[in-house]
């Protein structure tokens, strides 16, 4: 009789875990989605810099174009977690 129960009780945990699963799953897609997006514009962007590279050896408009990079980035990130998330 006590087996039987903790039988019940094991397939209701294991369901909900997966039920649980599920869900974070849909999540950590989306974020990975969010993540490949900005990864490439990164990539790309910093392919176009190394390509520019010779613009901007002595100048300092360099170090704030990339700081403006990244907030635009963060930015980026924050609108889409925001918006797109559950």
Do not use: C, G
Request: a positive charge; charged letters at 30%; glycine letters at 0%.
């Amino acid at each position: 009789m006590i087996f039987k129960q903790k039988m019940k009780i094991n397939k209701f945990k294991k369901l909900k875990k997966f039920n649980m699963e599920s869900t974070t799953m849909k999540k950590s897609v989306k974020t990975l989605i969010m993540k490949l997006i900005v990864l490439t514009i990164d990539i790309f962007t910093r392919d176009w810099l190394k390509k520019k590279h010779y613009y901007f050896r002595k100048n300092v408009n360099y170090f704030k174009y990339l700081f403006i990079l990244k907030i635009f980035l963060a930015q980026f990130q924050y609108y889409f977690k925001s918006h797109y998330s559950p």
